[in-house]
């Protein structure tokens, strides 16, 4: 076992190792994280950069003066890994360092859902050694279930693909603003790749492919009561094909041959392992936003280019304008009355904020398609701002004592929340 030890933590022999592409968005809450108690869980899909995301952390910790021996990484998707529960790994590597009780150590545990009893584990050695503690997983629905004895004990950090400034870090180029028409195709290719880290930087459908197969395959069929798995992939190409509608799961069933329960069941199941996020309707009616239908959005643009191919570029704007709100923590829902909508709405009941998704290179506040966004104003006469997000349209406009601001899509993934700045729930 102390060979597999030295073999994950290379820096206890002062050696490199790879800790890729800072992703400063969340590296540079480190030393808050720090400052608490908590156990820090990581969660996010597979291979979205969980593993690199605290090789990173501990090359910070490393920098700033922490002793390697201090630092104590475990890889428990790792066969040998499972053979001990995290105690018993802790209490060896306290031996072989000769670690007092009392000394604090940094534990980082990757897919820690692997171990066995990893809960029961956790919350002891949280209860009685002096650790900071970073967990990562893949399975939000495994988490937060499980996690029930960790009640007060655990700070649940959520990893998303690539940001459109995350994406243009990878890819090494940050264009002057003189030359905006270089966003334009920046953003395109980001809308057709997606923000899986590996997939940016050499992008493969055989990769994307693979991935998805692998999540359904480990985070999903090994771990649900799925008794017809065949479908899943059916179901996934059904919600990617239909990104922005509502989605009717009366008739997903029908298609697929399921019951309508089976079809909620596996659409919990894709939620939970980060490929699919439903949207509730915006309603001041509470049973409403219940029982209305629901808009389905996908994690990553890439896994949409995969399923329902290349083209489709407003469903995919739109699905990146919504993980960017998410990503800024920005609550919304969709806006219906009849057959009229508004993809987003955003900010209070008293003072909500449309936010309308229209990739196209010219603008008219006349035309037709902006008719949602004018029921939504005569209902809600209280609204003062709109954004309408374009592909390459920018202008302002002042209706009565409306702003209405039309950016282009690039511009807004930059500085969400610079325009989406109306006062939250």
């Known amino acids: 076992m102390e060979a597999l030890y030295y073999t994950f933590n290379s820096w206890w022999e002062g050696k490199d190792f790879e800790s890729g592409i800072d992703r400063p968005d969340y590296l540079d809450h480190l030393p808050d994280t720090l400052k608490r108690k908590q156990v820090e869980v990581i969660i996010g899909s597979r291979r979205i950069g969980k593993t690199t995301l605290i090789k990173q952390y501990i090359k910070k910790l490393l920098q700033g003066g922490v002793s390697g021996n201090d630092i104590f990484y475990l890889a428990l998707d790792h066969p040998s890994s499972a053979s001990l529960p995290i105690s018993g790994h802790l209490k060896n590597m306290r031996r072989m360092f000769m670690h007092g009780r009392e000394k604090r150590l940094f534990l980082f545990l990757d897919e820690v859902q692997e171990s066995p009893n990893w809960e029961l584990e956790l919350k002891g050695v949280y209860d009685m050694e002096n650790l900071k503690i970073f967990c990562t997983g893949s399975t939000s629905a495994l988490i937060k279930a499980q996690g029930g004895r960790l009640t007060g004990r655990q700070i649940i950090t959520t990893l998303y693909p690539l940001s459109f400034g995350e994406f243009l870090l990878f890819q090494g180029q940050r264009p002057s603003l003189s030359e905006d028409y270089k966003y334009e195709k920046l953003v395109e290719d980001y809308l057709a790749l997606g923000g899986y880290p590996e997939q940016v930087l050499n992008p493969s459908v055989e990769y994307m492919s693979n991935l998805l197969d692998d999540i359904l395959a ?119 009355e009849s057959e009229k909508e508004v993809d987003f709405i955003t900010g209070a009941t008293g003072k909500p904020c449309p936010v309308e998704v229209k990739y196209v290179s010219s603008f008219d506040w006349n035309d037709r398609r902006f008719s949602g966004v004018k029921l939504f104003l005569r209902r809600f006469p209280n609204t003062k701002r709109v954004l309408l997000i374009t592909r390459n349209v920018e202008t302002e406009l002042k209706l009565d004592s409306r702003d209405i601001s039309v950016v282009p899509l690039w511009k807004f993934l930059l500085s969400c929340e610079a325009y989406v700045s109306c006062e939250q729930v």
């Open 218 to 336: 480990r985070d999903l069929i090994r771990l649900y009561p799925i008794k017809k798995a065949f479908a899943l992939k059916d179901l996934m190409r059904l919600l990617a094909s239909s990104v922005g509608s509502r989605t009717s799961f009366n008739k997903l069933a029908k298609v697929l041959g399921l019951s309508l329960d089976t079809v909620k069941e596996y659409i919990n199941y894709l939620e939970s392992a980060f490929l699919v996020m439903p949207v509730e309707k915006w309603t001041t009616s509470y049973s409403e936003k219940v029982y209305a239908q629901k808009k389905v959005y996908l994690w990553d643009t890439g896994i949409k280019t995969l399923l329902t191919g290349p083209s489709d570029e407003g469903s995919k704007a739109e699905n990146a304008v919504f993980m960017e709100l998410q990503r800024k923590r920005i609550s919304c829902g969709y806006f219906a």
